[in-house]
């Protein structure tokens, strides 16, 4: 199975912060990679898919980049309706498997 | 507009079964292949089971093998996932997803208890 290692697991930051999670794959993955948000008792939403596409409707100052295995989504500017859990998510081969997910709180 | 729209969650004692359905709208149902994601409480996502767009094909996570079923019927728009022998680990918020997730249901709880 392909282990997905997200980092970091938690992290608070203050607004306007630029704001790093990674998730490095443990088998080539290519660009079958999408991340999403997740707020207290909502459905996952899809932010970035494809690594590095932006999703519809997704404020631009979030963007996903790739360095060979790893997986990076960035906030370049964080703002409070960014407070929320991201996960990625790995679809290239089964079984898909998540990262253990990133709770991003206010500093 | 997409919608998915789950039901049959609750409360079911371990050993017994649930069947959980997804109501799919909004787009061409069998052109696409489907996904059920679970969420135990307070943990991260984890993938259950996808079926491919025409029900050919199926996958499941190993810890359900045997015991869940996904399947879909592509003339009511609706994707089933059909669990049995329900253990206290299965507890979870069931999501429907139109793979790889685009698309995601409001989820449904299941509660595996005696």
């Known amino acids: 199975d392909i282990q997905m290692t997200q980092s970091p697991s938690s992290m608070s930051a203050s607004l306007g912060d630029r704001v790093t999670i990674t998730c490095q794959a443990s088998q080539d993955i290519g660009n079958n990679l999408i991340w999403f948000q997740q707020k207290p008792g909502k459905s996952p939403r899809p932010m970035i898919y494809y690594a590095t596409n932006l999703a519809n409707g997704v404020p631009s100052r979030f963007s996903g980049s790739r360095s060979g295995s790893d997986y990076s989504l960035t906030i370049s500017s964080l703002e409070s309706e960014d407070m929320a859990d991201y996960h990625c998510?790995?679809?290239?081969?089964?079984?898909?498997?998540f990262g253990g997910g990133t709770k991003l709180e206010l500093k | 507009e997409v919608q998915l729209v789950e039901s049959g969650g609750g409360l079911v004692q371990p050993g017994r079964s649930m069947k959980l359905s997804c109501a799919a709208s909004g787009f061409t149902f069998n052109n696409y292949d489907m996904a059920w994601v679970c969420q135990a409480p307070k943990k991260g996502l984890e993938w259950v089971a996808t079926?491919?767009?025409?029900?050919?094909?199926?996958y499941y996570r190993d810890s359900v093998k045997g015991r869940f079923t996904i399947s879909r019927d592509n003339a009511k728009s609706t994707l089933y996932l059909q669990m049995d022998s329900l253990r206290s680990e299965d507890t979870a918020t069931y999501y429907c997803a139109r793979a790889p997730g685009g698309y995601w249901g409001q989820g449904t709880l299941v509660t595996v208890s005696s």
């Open positions: 079926i491919s767009y025409d029900g050919s094909s199926t």
């Open positions: 998510l790995q679809y290239k081969q089964y079984p898909w498997t």
